[in-house]
């Protein structure tokens, strides 16, 4: 088969390069939520020790700390 | 050595990867039997060669998991057949898109390398509903060693079935027969597989930091809210680090 003409050949070209970006794209997206997810937690986790730490700063702080595992 | 920062490793794999692509478009010059079609090859090919090494050094994982018993190796295996998998993707797409544009068609069948490649993927493919079929976590990671180790093998044995199967259609753009590719067109090769194996290393890095980041979090959980504590079941279908690792080094 004889090579496409370039303005052919370059709708496959640009074609197989998006393909590749988007995968790459996809895959850092999801784990960028995972650790999104991972740091959303930690600072729930930070404030549930911090008001365990000093429960006279807030007294309710029990039920804060429930509420923030819900 | 030092070993690089994630950051530095990410950072590395963008601007070689640039250059690469940069040296694909106005450096490398036509192929004078495919034309600018086969630009394709300098994606295509280095995705095909990080994807099958990275099924092996996930059964070289398999192995010093199973020596040591220690679980980060079960981590990397699973980590490196992931990412391999997800590079299986991109080489079948690219693939089918080249075949479209220079054979007409978007697959063959009686094509070896296609055909190798499409068997390793689908092989590879087993792995998660094997892995996560067995619900106690040190038989699945030894269950899990013993697949990379044996798919490991067998991919190097397909690679070299593949090679010296006599192919009539499927080029050997990369070859080094009859001369092998001019300078400028290695140069350009080498600099895109370069990068697409930094890239390779650099995502494997991100989701181990991940999964170690993970496995913090939850040992952290259960330190303050004590042992009752339980971990969301939907997002624990991969294998979990231990407890005491912290670094993906």
Redesign the interface.
């Known amino acids: 088969m004889p090579a496409l003409p370039l303005d052919e050949a370059g709708k496959y070209v640009a074609a197989a390069y998006v393909v590749f970006l988007t995968l790459v794209l996809v895959y850092v997206a999801i784990m960028a939520a995972k650790v999104a997810r991972i740091q959303r937690e930690l600072s729930e986790l930070a404030d549930l020790a911090e008001k365990e730490r000093h429960p006279e700063a807030n007294p309710r702080g029990a039920d804060a700390g429930a509420q923030g595992n819900a | 050595m030092k070993v690089p920062s994630l950051r530095d490793n990410a950072i590395a794999a963008a601007l070689v990867l640039c250059a690469g692509?940069a040296l694909v478009f106005f450096y490398a010059p036509l192929?004078a039997?495919?034309?600018?079609?086969q630009?394709?090859f300098y994606?295509?090919v280095p995705?095909a060669m990080c994807s099958l090494a990275g099924f092996v050094v996930g059964g070289i994982f398999g192995i010093a998991h199973l020596r040591t018993g220690k679980s980060i190796y079960d981590v990397r295996s699973y980590v490196s057949i992931h990412l391999s998998v997800?590079f299986g993707?991109?080489v079948l797409?690219?693939g089918s898109?080249?075949a479209?544009?220079?054979?007409?068609k978007w697959w063959v069948w009686d094509e070896p390398t296609l055909v190798s490649f499409l068997i390793v993927f689908l092989l590879y493919a087993t792995y998660y509903p094997l892995r996560y079929a067995i619900e106690d976590r040190d038989r699945q990671g030894r269950y899990a060693s013993v697949f990379a180790i044996t798919a490991g093998a067998f991919v190097p044995l397909n690679f070299v079935a593949v090679r010296m199967a006599q192919s009539l259609v499927h080029p050997r753009v990369f070859a080094t027969a009859n001369g092998g590719l001019p300078g400028s067109m290695l140069l350009t090769f080498l600099v895109c597989l370069a990068g697409m194996a930094l890239?390779w290393i650099a995502?494997v890095r991100?989701?181990l930091a991940?999964k170690a980041?993970?496995a913090s979090?939850s040992r952290?959980?259960r330190a303050?809210?004590g042992e009752e504590y339980a971990p969301p079941s939907g997002?624990r279908i991969a294998p979990r680090l231990p407890t005491s690792a912290t670094s993906p080094s």
Not at chain 2, 33 to 37: E, L, S, T, V, Y
């Open positions: 692509f192929d039997d495919q034309g600018f079609i630009k394709i994606l295509h995705l997800i993707v991109g797409v690219t898109i080249w479209k544009a220079s054979w007409g890239l995502l991100f989701e991940a980041a993970s979090l952290l959980r303050i809210e997002s």
